[in-house]
T-cell receptor, first 110, second 116 residues
Framework: GENVEQHPSTLSVQEGDSAVIKCTYSDSASNYFPWYKQELGKRPQLIIDIRSNVGEKKDQRIAVTLNKTAKHFSLHITETQPEDSAVYFCAASGRNRLAFGKGNQVVVIP | NAGVTQTPKFQVLKTGQSMTLQCAQDMNHNSMYWYRQDPGMGLRLIYYSASEGTTDKGEVPNGYNVSRLNKREFSLRLESAAPSQTSVYFC???????????????FGPGTRLTVL
């Protein structure tokens, strides 16, 4: 089945700097790649997603890029703010399920 | 709209006890899912229901059963709880794309379960 890996596990950035999280996936048939944000004690919530027919998607300070050849996709957060501190999960569509990565802790230092 | 709701929010069980976690959604979604979340392990799929009347095993189904009671409700049952089932359980729902494939999954608030 689909296997998704996320790197790095923890990322600390100064407020105002950019944060980049990269995920790799194993199944070349995967065609949907969402990113979820989970604040401490809260439920995961979708922040952006991309489908395999698109190489990049932006929503204000957040962007996702997809490289199908290399089978990796990345989340880019620009002008980071303290409220961006959270755990971020990437996922990829497998045969019958979404396969989630193990998550990245992002800490924005004021 | 309440979205996806789960009960209870917290539960403590003794080894061998049974319980049912309840989940309901009011978004008229066809697909529903149960995940468990353990530290450093991400979200792992336990069972899912692609549509009313169907259920299928996910990545970690052992020790669990599910019931898709109707389109709105999807319950998860632990027949004989074990300490290894201590976790946070999330229910989610989504509406598959007409042409096949995935759309956003909406998550419930979670149930924090401790098995002693």
């Amino acid at each position: 089945g689909e296997n998704v890996e996320q790197h790095p596990s923890t990322l600390s950035v100064q407020e105002g700097d950019s944060a980049v999280i990269k995920c790799t996936y194993s199944d070349s048939a995967s065609n949907y790649f969402p990113w979820y944000k989970q604040e401490l004690g809260k439920r995961p919530q979708l922040i952006i997603d991309i489908r395999s027919n698109v190489g990049e998607k932006k929503d204000q300070r957040i962007a996702v890029t997809l490289n199908k050849t290399a089978k990796h996709f990345s989340l880019h957060i620009t002008e980071t703010q303290p409220e961006d501190s959270a755990v971020y999960f990437c996922a990829a569509s497998g045969r019958n399920r979404l396969a989630f990565g193990k998550g990245n802790q992002v800490v924005v230092i004021p | 709209n309440a979205g996806v709701t789960q009960t209870p929010k917290f539960q403590v069980l003794k080894t061998g006890q049974s319980m049912t976690l309840q989940c309901a959604q009011d978004m008229n979604h066809n697909s529903m899912y149960w995940y468990r979340q353990d530290p450093g392990m991400g979200l792992r799929l336990i069972y899912y229901s692609a549509s009313e009347g169907t259920t299928d095993k996910g990545e970690v189904p052992n020790g669990y059963n599910v019931s898709r009671l109707n389109k709105r409700e999807f319950s998860l049952r632990l027949e004989s709880a074990a300490p290894s089932q201590t976790s946070v359980y999330f229910c989610a729902s989504s509406e598959p794309r007409l042409a096949g494939g995935y759309n956003e999954q909406f998550f419930g608030p979670g149930t924090r379960l401790t098995v002693l």
